[in-house]
């Protein structure tokens, strides 16, 4: 971890405010934890309260700093009675987003692998770092007027697999229901869109006014491109509101996710994404009532590495994601670990997941 931090090294530094464009070095690292564990490895058992254990100080994936002294990085390495192993690493999301992330662990393997930060299987995974001028203007974080994060006051997180099967089943549904003569179009869904449609429109039963919020990694729209190892949160939210049921069809989410996709391809710099963020803050702030908007966040992090971080003894058994403390409604996506679907990681308030958990629809598409 030492030799990447000093490719990493904004991730060893400390942040001065919560609202800060930059990051003071100070030499101070970040914590590095060893822990034995009496007890045997149960593969089966990854659920968000017992992972969350594995994590230094509790935390696992965190927006804040508490305050400008902690770090905002954190792993502790498991050492279980059985031999088995299990890695945790704990990332601020101020620093960084799941592209980041993935990044940041593949390059700390593969250093830990072939022992070299200059072997040729190290140095694709080297950081990027945007050059910004000094004089650039960083927007301050928009109002808590118009930050809609729902929160449970009792909130309960639950894995639900879709197997790639499952998921072709219900692309061929929202594409049938368009062949049936919708005026919607949609062109070639895929996983991911067809999947946070189902997501949401199973919560968004009982709550008229929903807003989903589907963020987008934006390296590949920028001008040049940006590599996938650019470091920072590169990435800006799809926005889909709806009032009534019949706007939570499946083929009518999967249109407005791709509608705003596309928009988003006229997003190609920094200065553009910062105008974005305004014209989003403006919609909302114009919507009428948005204060009784209640939102769900979908965010996908399939396709990343995740399941292929090898420090040397293959593949993880099981790679699987924690969020403590977390207390947002919304869903996180990841590939299953032999990558045949997609596990969705769903965190709602107690009395919703008993509804959402029981679907009948969700379900028929569902392995659990």
Avoid at 72 to 101: P, W, Y
Wanted: glycine residues 6%.
């Amino acid at each position: 971890m030492s030799h990447s931090l000093t490719r990493y090294y904004p991730f060893a530094c400390r942040l001065p405010s919560s609202a800060s464009p930059y990051t003071q070095c100070n030499d101070e690292g970040v914590v590095f934890v060893e822990a034995k564990h009496d007890s045997q490895m149960n593969m089966s058992q990854h659920d968000n309260d017992t992972v969350g254990q594995l994590f230094v100080d509790g935390l696992s994936w965190w927006q804040h700093p508490p305050n400008k002294r902690d770090n905002l990085l954190g792993v502790q390495v498991n050492h279980f009675a059985c031999g088995g192993i299990a890695v945790a690493l704990a990332m601020s999301h101020l620093i960084g987003d799941g592209c980041t992330f993935g990044s940041l662990m593949s390059h700390w393997a593969s250093v830990t692998r072939y022992s070299s930060l200059d072997h040729k299987n190290v140095l694709p995974f080297n950081p990027y770092s945007i050059q910004v001028h000094p004089t650039t203007d960083f927007h301050a974080p928009p109002s808590e007027d118009v930050v809609l994060h729902t929160t449970c006051a009792n909130p309960v997180t639950r894995k639900f697999v879709f197997t790639n099967s499952k998921l072709s089943d219900l692309k061929n549904k929202v594409l049938a229901t368009v062949e049936d003569g919708s005026t919607i179009s949609i062109n070639k869904p895929t996983r991911v869109e067809v999947l946070t449609s189902l997501l949401y429109k199973t919560w968004a039963i009982g709550h008229k006014k929903s807003l989903l919020t589907f963020p987008v990694n934006l390296r590949s729209k920028f001008v040049p491109k940006l590599p996938q190892t650019a470091v920072g949160n590169l990435g800006l939210g799809v926005l889909v509101m709806t009032k009534h049921d019949s706007e939570t069809s499946l083929h009518v989410l999967v249109s407005k996710i791709q509608k705003g996709k596309m928009e988003l391809e006229g997003v190609k710099s920094l200065q553009q994404v910062s105008e974005s963020i305004d014209s989003i803050v403006s919609r909302l702030s114009k919507e009428e009532g948005i204060e009784k908007y209640k939102e769900f966040s979908c965010s996908s992090l399939c396709g990343l590495p995740f399941n292929k971080v090898d420090f040397g003894w293959g593949n993880p058994a099981v790679a699987c994601l924690t969020f403590r403390p977390r207390k947002s409604v919304g869903s996180f996506l990841i590939d299953t670990p032999c990558g045949d679907g997609i596990e969705a990681w769903v965190t709602l308030e107690t009395q919703d997941m008993e509804r959402f958990q029981t679907d009948e629809e969700l379900l028929s598409f569902c392995q659990n």
